[in-house]
């Protein structure tokens, strides 16, 4: 069985983290806000499924623009968002990472598969 998601590009891993003074290093707003979004679609395309155990991800990111980025950039946030929406237990339990560039647009598509075919 496979959980397939659509959500908004999230931020880079560049810009997940912010040093404020003192050196205190906090969540940016950016990501923050990314993450209380993507959080309700995936409750709401997920519909209570979950994978226990070991999974395969893959994603597709469209390209908002021609600038360039680091397609690796995308994926701790990606992993981040779908073990604090318990739809993957942590993502250590990661067993491989398939990305790509899609077309334009500001969406990335996830399908995430168990490792031993089982979903829940």
Not at 32 to 50: M, R
Request: hydrophobic share 35%.
């Amino acid at each position: 069985m496979k959980i397939e998601l659509k959500m908004d590009i999230p931020p880079s891993v560049n810009r997940i983290w912010r040093q404020g003074v003192g050196g205190k290093v906090y969540r940016s707003n950016q990501y923050v806000d990314w993450q209380k979004k993507t959080l309700w679609e995936i409750k709401l395309q997920a519909k209570g499924k979950n994978i226990v155990g070991p999974y395969h991800i893959r994603v597709i990111v469209e390209r908002r623009d021609k600038r360039k980025r680091d397609l690796d950039n995308f994926i701790k946030a990606i992993n981040d968002v779908l073990t604090t929406s318990n739809i993957i237990e942590d993502d250590h339990l990661c067993q491989s990472v398939y990305m790509a560039w899609g077309d334009s647009g500001t969406s990335c598509y996830v399908t995430l598969e168990a490792a031993d075919g089982q979903a829940e």
